[in-house]
């Protein structure tokens, strides 16, 4: 006699392990470990490639701030996994619950009609057995995977929010329009070098000329000044543009 009668098939907490077991997103969580490593780094690849490659390059460029291009890419595709591992996460804990539990709630008709089943003896010594040999482990592999995923974007993060503050100008620009060339804005000119403060000091020592023109390299100072290439026209800086 079936002892779970009453409940309608899809919606048995043993049924619906084994659904999940073929579905396609959730029954990653049971592949070898060789493939749900393949399959994640897939997931990673292409959103990198299609989707987080794009959007940073509208901030970063390749060319410029490699690293800053590659993690900010490297953020947003992290996410999309963490979210696809998360929604199997909580599938598996769902079907976990009810299998865990003694008294399951389920849907007749569909229509409103919620019932309770009270497992027998036999079906709940049977649906633990599954819990706990089936879904505790893919559980504990899918937290690891959580863990370490949250690690690696909070590093990441870190990281690149440490490279744009290292990298931003002296106007608060990070990125394409900046210049993130280091420089002191004073009245009588723009100054690149460490030593000098005043433009002055330049007429009478030489070495400290030669280490202003070295710091500048050969670009005319007002272009290293958003406001200062402004007024000058702007037109014959942009030749000097990397």
């Known amino acids: 006699m079936d002892l779970e009668m009453a409940v309608p098939e899809d919606q048995r907490p043993v049924n619906e392990l084994a659904a999940l077991k073929q579905a396609w997103l959730y029954s990653w969580a049971v592949l070898p470990l060789g493939d749900y490593v393949k399959r994640l780094a897939l997931v990673f690849g ?40 998360v929604r199997i996460y909580l599938g598996w804990s769902y079907v976990g619950d009810r299998l865990l539990s003694a008294a399951v709630p389920y849907e007749e008709t569909g229509w409103y009609d919620g019932q309770t089943f009270v497992k027998p003896p036999e079906v709940l010594t049977r649906d633990r057995l599954l819990a ?20 690696i974007l909070l590093v990441t993060a870190l990281l690149l929010l440490g490279l744009i503050k290292a990298g931003t100008d002296a106007d ?37 000329a030669a280490e202003e023109a070295a710091a500048q390299g050969g670009v005319p100072g007002y272009c290293g000044d958003r406001l200062l290439r402004a007024y000058a026209g702007g037109q014959y800086c942009s030749k000097f543009d990397k």
């Open 172 to 208: 608060g620009v990070y990125g394409r329009g900046s210049m993130p060339v280091p420089r002191q804005v004073t009245a009588d000119g723009v100054l690149y070098g460490k030593r000098v403060k005043d433009l002055r000091e330049l007429a009478d020592n030489d070495e400290l």
């Open 46 to 85: 292409f959103f990198f490639a299609f989707v987080g490659a794009p959007i940073a390059d509208q901030t970063f460029d390749f060319s410029k701030t490699p690293l800053e291009f590659v993690l900010s890419a490297g953020i947003g595709s992290s996410l999309v996994v963490a979210i696809a591992m």
């Open 132 to 151: 706990t040999y089936e879904v505790r482990p893919t559980l504990a592999k899918l937290r690891s995977t959580l863990l370490g995923m949250g690690g």
